[in-house]
């Protein structure tokens, strides 16, 4: 863990994934704090937005913190000019391969560039772009997911990668001991999102965290696709009215491609609209029936609110003892 923790500037190599809504300035400052690394989630914020919230930040800790930036976002290379002005030491990419020229852009600023790499084949393409280190991310996580599950994503990627490359795996992780089996594999650490969501530092409503407290694993379900045509990425969350309407809504997105009424990339980023205002539904407004609460599988390890810095001395102790174990 420590090429890992050296190559963010923090004391543990344990990230907080950027998760909309939930990871703004307390959080993020909380986590690093912490010994943690936090990551902004900048969703769909302007670049106004985005300026005052890492300055917020930044009033919160003296310690290093991530930007994550979403490929598709149509002011992108402005956000990452923001990113610039507060000199931001990490950039993550993500929602897909990054643009021509936003790799170099961000590293023109002096900052390392972090991207989700969905196969063994791109994670090598995205190196060889100049990615610094690359996020591996599996089916179980909260919010956008991928087909393959963790396990075998790390399989696959780690041995082939590790050696030579930083390499952190998402997805599922909920205790020490499967961090532990992560960095034998060669990770260089890990990022979770699920076990921090509902943290007391999280301005998440209360009953967006009463919903973590009271989800098991199998309530923590992929959205599913309706129409083949309209390719949507799955989104994993609570069970709810809120899974429903998705459905409805992509039907009627499909009816309105159908009518030549609007073009396939505006109904992915109707999509992608969705999700946010659905998100801010439930983390905001505390909605959690028609709202979506995203969440991964490790949601039914999460009991009740508890401080991060006890959530990161619990995972490193476990995971201390698993390898002094072995
Ligand atoms: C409520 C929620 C919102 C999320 N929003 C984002 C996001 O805006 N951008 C992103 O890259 N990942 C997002 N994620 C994924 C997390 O950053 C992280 O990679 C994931 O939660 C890790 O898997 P885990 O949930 O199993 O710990 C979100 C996850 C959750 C639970």
């Not at 600023?109 to 972090?114: F, Y």
């Not at 030549?260 to 109707?270: F, K, N, T």
């Not at 999460?302 to 072995?326: D, F, G, H, N, Y």
């Amino acid at each position: 863990m420590a090429r890992g923790a050296q190559f963010l500037g923090s004391e543990t190599a344990i990230l907080c994934g950027a998760m909309s809504w939930v990871s703004e300035r307390n959080l993020v400052s909380a986590i690093s704090n912490a010994g943690g690394f936090g990551v902004i989630a900048c969703g769909a914020m302007s670049p106004e937005l985005l300026d005052k919230e890492i300055a917020a930040t930044k009033a919160m800790t003296s310690k290093p913190f991530g930007v994550n930036l979403i490929t598709m976002h149509p002011a992108l290379f402005d956000l990452i000019a923001v990113c610039a002005k507060h000199q931001v030491s990490h950039v993550v990419l993500a929602g897909g391969l990054p643009p021509k020229g936003s790799v170099e852009a961000i590293k023109d600023t002096g900052a390392k560039v972090i991207c989700f790499a969905p196969t063994l084949a791109l994670g090598k393409k995205l190196l060889r772009s100049g990615a610094d280190a690359l996020v591996i991310e599996g089916h179980e996580a909260g919010g956008h997911i991928g087909p393959v599950s963790t396990n075998v994503l790390a399989q696959e990627i780690l041995p082939a990668l590790a050696a030579d490359h930083l390499v952190f795996v998402a997805g599922g992780i909920g205790r020490g001991e499967l961090i532990a089996s992560f960095l034998e594999l060669g990770a260089a650490g890990v990022q979770l999102g699920t076990r921090f969501a509902a943290a007391t530092e999280s301005i998440a409503h209360p009953d967006f965290k009463k919903a973590f407290f009271r989800g098991h694993a199998r309530d923590a379900m992929p959205s599913v696709q309706v129409d083949p045509r309209l390719p949507v990425i799955p989104v994993r969350a609570l069970k709810n009215k809120g899974t429903e309407e998705f459905t409805a809504k992509q039907i009627e997105i499909a009816a309105k491609l159908d009518a030549g009424e609007i073009e396939m990339g505006e109904a992915q980023l109707a999509i992608e609209h969705y999700w946010a205002g659905a998100l801010r539904r439930a983390v905001i407004d505390g909605d959690v029936e028609n709202g979506s609460v995203m969440a991964g599988q490790s949601v039914g390890l999460v009991t009740k609110e508890e401080p991060v810095a006890e959530i990161i001395a619990e995972l490193m102790s476990q995971c201390e003892a698993a390898l002094a174990s072995r």
